[in-house]
């Protein structure tokens, strides 16, 4: 316990209290419109300077749509308290949902297949339990999840976050900042990687909308997913990851990528599946929906 002696002095105290009121308001007036540009300066200043066209950036980021994601950017830097219950995938409703999407997606399953050698059961399991079968894809805007978490990279828009940041769960101030590096270095690369994706694709990248990570489309890709292995599905000439054409050829690429084969071993293939998200039950999950919906 900390001694009277070792306590502060009233000064420094009150010099402590107008820092960290400073910085509040700093971040407060940083966040005083959604179309604030302070917040993304720096970071509009670094695409430039990585080759991005200035107007076509500052015409992105001059949008009124263009705003911090502080919701689904926070869940990043909160403290989780439960897990996904990966059983309700397996339950007879959902497997029954998957099988009916079997059927109503035949052809275009067939032709991953022939093309890629990954079995319609597995891809319709991945689409089951990433999107609902499309139904449920995030309602973030994959621009400004993205933005709001590469401008961390700046001092003053780190400061600003963390000013308006719900506090409930909020983990501490050190760990937010570790992440921070880490995520905001991550979320730059998937930035430019989307930019590159929407301009091939003459595609508005504030009309793409998917989880608080970013991941979009009915396969949940990631901008430098869909920039590299996003497929071509129904042959129009787009890469659409919200057409099922598009979505279910990109899946099955995605596995041949990582090295998918019919004569894996089911322990390579959950390996291969751990590529598309590294969690264990996630992996035993979709080997299991695709084992029901053979059966």
């Not at 994959?142 to 400061?159: I, P």
């Not at 101030?173 to 929407?198: G, Q």
């Not at 129009?236 to 995605?254: E, F, K, M, Q, T």
């Amino acid at each position: 316990m900390m001694g009277r002696d070792d306590r502060p002095s009233r000064p420094e105290r009150i010099h402590r209290s107008f820092r960290r009121w400073v910085l509040v308001l700093a971040g407060l007036m940083l966040l005083g419109a959604a179309e604030n540009p302070a917040y993304f300066a720096s970071l509009q200043q670094r695409l430039v300077d990585d080759g991005f066209d200035d107007g076509q950036v500052a015409a992105v980021f001059d949008r009124p749509e263009t705003e911090m994601a502080v919701d689904g950017v926070s869940l990043f830097f909160r403290h989780s308290e439960a897990r996904l219950d990966y059983d309700q995938f397996l339950r007879p409703r959902r497997v029954e949902k998957a099988r009916r999407y079997l059927e109503t997606h035949a052809a275009d399953l067939a032709a991953a297949q022939a093309r890629y050698r990954v079995a319609p059961e597995v891809i319709a399991a991945i689409l089951l339990v990433e999107t609902n079968l499309g139904g449920i894809t995030g309602r973030q805007k994959v621009f400004n999840v993205l933005a709001t978490m590469a401008a961390l990279e700046d001092q003053g828009s780190r400061e600003a976050f963390w000013a308006t940041m719900p506090t409930d769960r909020r983990i501490s101030r050190p760990k937010f900042d570790a992440k921070a590096d880490r995520k905001s270095r991550w979320a730059y690369s998937e930035l430019k990687a989307l930019l590159k994706y929407v301009r091939r694709e003459n595609l508005d990248p504030l009309a793409l909308q998917g989880s608080y990570a970013g991941a979009m489309g009915y396969c949940q890709f990631m901008p430098s997913n869909a920039l590299r292995l996003g497929v071509d599905g129904d042959g129009d000439g787009r890469v659409d990851l919200y057409s099922h054409a598009d979505a279910i050829a990109s899946v099955g690429n995605y596995l041949k990528h990582h090295g998918w084969r019919p004569e894996l071993s089911r322990k390579k293939r959950y390996r291969v599946i751990l590529k598309y998200n590294y969690s264990k039950p996630y992996a035993n999950t979709i080997l299991a929906i695709a084992d029901k919906l053979k059966g």
